[in-house]
Every structure is written in structure tokens, then in C-alpha cells.
């Protein structure tokens, strides 16, 4: 089955430092990379998403890029704030084969911003 | 407002007790999942439904009983838990492979 890997598990930057967190996935098959954010004691909500169809997607001060050949796919803040304190969680899944509505997710990356 | 509602939001529960916690979503999704997330630890996925079945089954101990009367509507039926059992359970719905999950708020459960 598929497998993410996830890292940093924490990372400390400065208010208005960058901050980019790294997964890999082990099926080459997979096409869908969503990342969610979770604020403490709140439920993990999506924040972006890429396909295997593009290689880079931005949103504002976030940005996602995937490496297909390389299997690792990366979240890249910038100008970051208090606000994007959270744990950020990475996933992976792919639309072919028996497990084609399962999710696979990474450990999580503690990010802590700083002022 | 996330689509997915869970209830209750909190439950404490003795060893030998019996509950089922609820998830309901009226999102037109086809897929619902429960997951497990304990402190410092990653989201653990338990259960599956994809069209009211069961397609994924996780390892999870017997103890746990997930039901899926209909694509809106699943349940997770608790008995005999273990103290290490204590946790947020996560409730989340997709409606196709390529789109993402949308969560539920959770349910903390607490085992004394």
C-alpha cells in the first residue's frame, strides 16, 4: 500500500520567515495530493491541493509543488504569521485499484510561527 | 458550518459501557471514514464506507462496530473500550477519489 512520509515533525520559524514542510509517497500511482492544517483542538481542514496533472499551485501565501519522478510533493508558506500555527498534515491517494477512496496521510509537521 | 456534523462532542465513558457516537453529512458524499488521533500522533484511519460499504477495515479491534445504514449517515458503536482507547474520533466524507475529505469537528473521548 501506499506509504507518505512527512517531515519536519516540528519546525519553529520567525513572523515572516518561510516555512516549507516535505512528503514523499511511494505509489507512483498516486494523483492526488491534498494538504490539511490543524489548529489545536480543531479538526483538520484543507487548505490546498495539487493533482498529478500540474506541478505547482498557489493560493495567496501558500503553494504546493509535486516532483512526479521524485515522488515527493512540498507545502511552502511564506510571510508567515502567529495565525499559521497548526499542525500541518500531508496526504496522498490514487483513483485506480481497491483502495481508491483511502487517503493516506502523513505524520504531521508541528509548525510554530513565532511574533 | 463543515457539512459533517458529529455528536456527541465529548463523552466519558467507564470500561464496561456501551455508545456509539454519530456522524451525518448532507454533502451528497459517497465515502465516510472514522479515524483515531491520540496525542502526538497521526491521524489513524479505522474504517472505510464507500456506497454504504465497507471497503476498508483497518486492524481495528473488535470492540469497535462501525454501521453505514446509508451514504449520509455512520455510526461507530463503543463497548468494553480500554483506557488506551481515550481519544478524538474523526469523522470525514469524500464525494469522488480526486476531491479532498471534509471533516467533522470529532468526538473526545475519554475512558475512565
Known amino acids: 500500500g501506499e506509504n507518505v512520509e512527512q517531515h519536519p515533525s516540528t519546525l519553529s520559524v520567525q513572523e515572516g520567515d518561510s516555512a516549507v514542510i516535505k512528503c514523499t509517497y511511494s505509489?507512483?500511482?498516486?494523483?492526488?495530493f491534498p494538504w490539511y492544517k490543524q489548529e489545536l483542538g480543531k479538526r483538520p481542514q484543507l487548505i490546498i491541493d495539487i493533482r498529478s496533472n500540474v506541478g505547482e499551485k498557489k493560493d495567496q501565501r501558500i503553494a504546493v509543488t509535486l516532483n512526479k519522478t521524485a515522488k515527493h510533493f512540498s507545502l511552502h508558506i511564506t510571510e508567515t504569521q502567529p495565525e499559521d500555527s497548526a499542525v500541518y498534515f500531508c496526504a496522498a491517494t490514487k483513483n485506480s485499484g481497491g483502495s481508491n477512496y483511502k487517503l493516506t496521510f502523513g505524520k504531521g509537521t508541528l509548525l510554530t510561527v513565532n511574533p | 458550518e463543515t457539512g459533517v456534523t458529529q455528536t456527541p462532542r465529548h463523552l466519558v465513558m467507564g470500561m464496561t459501557n456501551k455508545k456509539s457516537l454519530k456522524c451525518e453529512q448532507h454533502?451528497?458524499?459517497?465515502?465516510m471514514y472514522w479515524y483515531k488521533q491520540s496525542a502526538k500522533k497521526p491521524l489513524e484511519l479505522m474504517f472505510v464506507y464507500n456506497f454504504k460499504e465497507q471497503t476498508e477495515n483497518n486492524s481495528v479491534p473488535s470492540r469497535f462496530s462501525p454501521e453505514c445504514p446509508n451514504s449520509s449517515h455512520l455510526f461507530l458503536h463503543l463497548h468494553t473500550l480500554q483506557p488506551e482507547d481515550s481519544a478524538l474520533y474523526l469523522c470525514a466524507s469524500r464525494r469522488q477519489v480526486d476531491q479532498p475529505q471534509h471533516f467533522g469537528d470529532g468526538t473526545r473521548l475519554s475512558i475512565l
Open positions: 454533502l451528497g458524499h459517497n465515502a
Open positions: 505509489d507512483s500511482a498516486s494523483n492526488y
